[in-house]
């Protein structure tokens, strides 16, 4: 997942940075290895994953296909991690593409992307504030962030979106869901379980709950996908990052201090926790004037 709030003091440096010291190497700072005190989205990312989204790639290509993305359209990504989504949305050949994330963690395999596309930028902004013009884009894509966000943050990205949408434009999300079916006590024990695995205050919301999120911000919901929470599951993983990639991230999981216990409880949680978080995708369109 990608956050857009300023990461915490002992989030670690991002993904692509030299991998973590043994505890007791360094200035001896820290009796434990890095990997154990990192945000869990940005550990994944260290060890060489990129699909970073809940729903997995699979997901995100039918939430674009639902988008419909036409050659010569604005694009804006409101978190793009490390670029694999940026990656798909370029393959479109929009005539403008905005990636905004305030954080350092992912900056330079994003930019390594846009580089190659000259009508892409960089926008260091939180993207509840993005300080681009209204109406400016026709398609906005948000992945694994509004989930990470309080209720009041993600009104204020939502409206954000709505403010950066051209009308008819189309607004994209990819978010973690829960189970509308059980109690608020349960719901809330496998929230705070989920934010303590991952190093990060997690506040998914269930699937009608999104909806409503994005139908009281002025939008009209066309289409809602969803998908198993299986994010470090071996067939996820290779379906995500190809069998090569795969066997990459395992590999840096043995080599890296720390990383083997840590990736371990994340997948046991998401495992425990499966029958009440979901992945889900909905696109939703701004209406016309």
Known sequence: MDVTQDPPRDSGPGPGATPPHPAGQGHGQRTAPEASRMQGHWLLARLGKRVLRPG????TRRMLAAAALAPGERVVELGPGVGRTAELLLARHPSSYHGVDPNPEGRKQVAAVLERHPGAEYVVA?????????ASADLVVGEAMLTIQSDE???EIVAEAVR???PGGRYAIHELALRGDRSPAELEAARKEL?????VGARPLPLEAWKDLLTDAGLVVEWTGTAPMHLLEPGRLV????LLGAARFWRNVRRTPGARDRVRAMRQAFQLQGELLSAVGMVARRPQA
């Open 195 to 199: 934010s303590r695995t991952i190093r």
């Open 126 to 134: 939180d993207a509840a504030a993005t300080g681009l013009p209204a």
């Open 239 to 242: 379906q995500d990052e190809g």
């Open 153 to 155: 943050h993600k009104r």
């Open 164 to 166: 950066l949408l051209a």
């Open 56 to 59: 997995g790639i699979d997901l």
